[in-house]
Structure formats: structure tokens, C-alpha cells
């Protein structure tokens, strides 16, 4: 074993995927056999959790391994505050050459410890001309008829750094209308994204193989723009997908009622075309996934390389007539997570243990070896949390029958006025929406969609106020100073 028995660090992350539609996880939905290929050699964990279903919130939580309400990078428009000390500084500083190749939603030209980092905006450039063919992607967004008329997308990369277009985006009245009957991205699958992720991604683990490294590749896709290469969109024609029910959606809280009807006003031919988008975005990405893995292998590197897997939050895909992300179910919260390296770990197993994914900071420091980290900040600062949150799995990675911890906690909008807190124990899962129009209890075990609303029910009132409790304990709504009030 090289680099004096310390192994490198793969991350391969995507965006928006829901740790359901895994052919691993017994899901043929859409088949991903790469990323079948990492769970045959590592760990599966089936029940992993992000703190906030939001891109920006969630991987700013993943960095410093601290909650959302402790960082204030909540919403997909706020920056993490250069300060906080990241996973990437803590690696740098036992040695390890640290990169972040692709997405981060970082909104502002902070490399926050990466000593190298291929950007969005490196790929716009090597895209060229072509990037008209991104700027109609962005426009013509499914359910998101708004940014026809903005071009502005920083969740999708439009701009990396949200402050280039200080008055509006230079590509507003320059892109065409599309009408959804067909998914077909007029992209080639090499100028994606999420290939050129993949081609850089090998092209650096060949560059510094000798030196341990620290990479996260990171692609954008399932996530919006929802139009992956022609190959993959014929796949699964708009026309030919199977829609989930809606439901009985009386028992929710008014506010998520409010966002279902939102939802299926849009009509159904935008919705069909929003879910095909999503699957073959998932198909291909799970493709780009397979080449960094093949060039892993050709390396010689499989051997000295922990590889892991997961994404920032999932995806409802029609589910309670809900699509993408932002609230507590299942679908939205669960994210994909996978351990492997052959040489140390067992190799395809699943841990049922309950997980909150942004322990990876610790969990890697733990495995490579390293000092596990003892501050959360860079340089003291006035409000700087100073405690990390997240606690290591690493246990759990080397024994997967280990039991976990017996809750996972996750938040949601905190500063609209509906905030939602969620306590995920081992059977039940309670959310607590502040100054909605009710709260929700289901039981996961008897009714996994979370389908039946359990919170009026008298049977079950000793375990809501247990569980109110525990919510509490970990993070009271009464001390969230970001709410619209």
C-alpha cells in the first residue's frame, strides 16, 4: 500500500438522487449498474439521511459537518462563510492533496480548502459556443415555468458564482421554447456535465496517483436541466413512463396540500416530462459514474482507494404528487450512501443502521487514519458554532451489523413560515411543522409511503410526545432566529 498506508479519497456525488431508485437497492426503475458495481465492493447504507433536502444547505452541512441552522447556509442563494473549517482543510492538512471537480453550489468563488477546483464555469468554457445549447436546457425547465424568462439557475450551474450576473442574465430573451414531448438534451454525451466531471476526474487520479489525494467528484445530474443525451431521453419516452397515484392528500398540513395542488396544476404533460428527464438523467450519470470507476481500476488504484457514493437529498418523483425536493418525506430526505474499499471493508453488505450522511467528515478521518477534527472554524468569528455536529460511522463501515444511533434529524425550510423539523427513530418518524396547520406521525414500518398520518390518532399520542422531545432536545423551533415571523 502507497502513501505510507494513508488511502486516497473518492467521493462520487450526485444531485437529487433518491436512494430508492437503486437496482442495489432492489429497484429496477432505472438500472444503475456502476453504481451497483461500488455496493458489490463496500457498504450500503439503506438508511442514510441529508439535514436539508437543499442543495446549497445539505453540502455545506456535508463540508463542515455541521447542521444547517448552525452554518446559516440554508437556502440555494446563501454562501458559506469562509471561515468554517471544511473536510477538504482537514485532509490538506495531514497531506493529502484535496480537489473538487464539478458541483458544490458554493454561489461565490471560495474554494473552501480545495487546493484544486474544476468548476461549473471551467466547463462553460470548454463548452464555447455550445453553451447556448445549455442556456435553452436552463429556460425550458419543466415545472419550473420562471426561468424561461430569468435564464437564472445557480442550482443548475447558471451562473457558478451567483454575483457575475449582478443585473440579469445575459442569455434572458436568447432561448427558445420547447414543448416537452421529447427529453433529448442537443448535447452530445461527451459535452455534458457530467462527463466532462468523469473525463477530469480520471484525468487527476492519472496526474497525482503517486501523492495521496482527496477528490470529490461531483456531478450535477439527475438534478435539473432534466435533458440528458439523446441515447438516454429515448429511453424513456415522456409518453410511455408510469405516474405515481396522488393519493389521499387530506391527512398532510395545509401548506404541503397547498404545494401538491401547485404541483398537478402544471399539467400532466409538463410532469411526464419532468419525471422521463429525471430518470434518464439518472440512467446517464450512472454511465459517466461507470467511467471514473473503470480508469479507478486501470490506475491500479482500487486497492488504496475508500470510494464513496451518495448524493445531497432525493427526489419525490411524483410521489403524494410531488416532485423534486424541499419537504420531509422519505423520498426527499433519504439520499444513496455507499463505503467501499475491498482491501479493508466488507464488500457487499448493507447496514440498516440509521445514518445522517454528513458524518462522512468525521467517518473519512476516521478511516484514513487521521486526527478526527477538533475545531469547526478556521479563524475565531462572532456566532461561529463552535461544536461539530456530525458523528462518525465508521464503526459501522467495518461492521455493518453494528447498531446505529436510534434517531436521524433533518429540517427543512427555516426561513419561510413554515419551518419543518423531522426526528427519523427507529420505527417512527415525526415532523414538526411551526405555525402550519398540524404535525405528522407515520409509521415506517407498517406504511413505508407514508401514506397514513398518524398524529390525531389517540393510540400514538405517548410516542408524538416522546418524540416532540427528543426533536427539541436536538434543536428547539423556538430558537430559530431565521424565521419569518
Known sequence: MNHNNRPNVL???????????????????????????????????????CPYPVCTASRMSLLTGLYAHNTG????????????????????????????IGKMHFNDAHNHGFASYLSINDWLMYLGPKVGHYANEIANHAIGEGFFNSVFDTGSGFPDVSVLWDDASPWAGNVARWDFSSTASPLD???????????????????????????????????????????????????????????????YPGHIQQRIDRTQGMGEKRLRAHKAGYMGNLSFVDYCIGHVLDGLEELGLVDDTIVVYTSDHGEMGGDHGLYQKFCLFEPAVKVPLIVSCPSRFPEGQVA?????????????????????????????????????????FARIVRDP???????????????SHVPQYMVRAERFKYVYNDGGSGHELYDLENDPGECINLIDNRDFAGICADLQERLFAWYDPNSNSYRER
Not at 225 to 248: H, K, T
Not at 363 to 392: H, N, Q, Y
Open 352 to 392: 440498516s443502521a440509521l445514518t445522517e450522511y454528513f458524518g462522512l467528515y468525521p467517518t473519512l478521518s476516521e478511516l484514513c487514519g487521521l486526527s478526527l477534527p477538533d475545531r469547526t472554524t478556521l479563524v475565531d468569528f462572532d456566532g461561529a458554532c463552535e461544536v461539530m455536529d456530525a458523528k462518525s
Open 189 to 251: 454525451a461527451e459535452d455534458h456535465l457530467d462527463m466532462f466531471v468523469a473525463r477530469e476526474s480520471v484525468k487527476f487520479m492519472r496526474e497525482y496517483r503517486d501523492q495521496p489525494f482527496f477528490l470529490v467528484a461531483s456531478f450535477m445530474k439527475p438534478h435539473p436541466p432534466f435533458y440528458p443525451p439523446r441515447e438516454w431521453a429515448e429511453q424513456f419516452p415522456p409518453g410511455s413512463i408510469d405516474m405515481a397515484e396522488v393519493g389521499d392528500i387530506t391527512q
Open 73 to 100: 447556509a440554508i437556502n440555494n442563494s446563501d454562501r458559506l462563510d469562509w471561515r468554517y473549517r471544511t473536510v477538504a482543510h482537514h485532509f490538506a492538512d495531514h497531506g493529502y492533496l484535496t480537489s473538487l
Open 401 to 415: 451489523d453494528t447498531p446505529g444511533p436510534d434517531a436521524a434529524f433533518s429540517e427543512h425550510g427555516l426561513r
Open 11 to 49: 467521493i462520487l456525488m450526485t444531485d437529487q438522487h433518491r436512494a430508492d431508485w437503486m437496482t442495489c437497492a432492489g429497484n429496477n426503475t432505472v438500472p444503475t449498474p456502476m453504481i451497483d458495481r461500488v455496493a458489490a465492493r463496500g457498504v450500503r447504507f439503506e438508511n442514510a439521511y
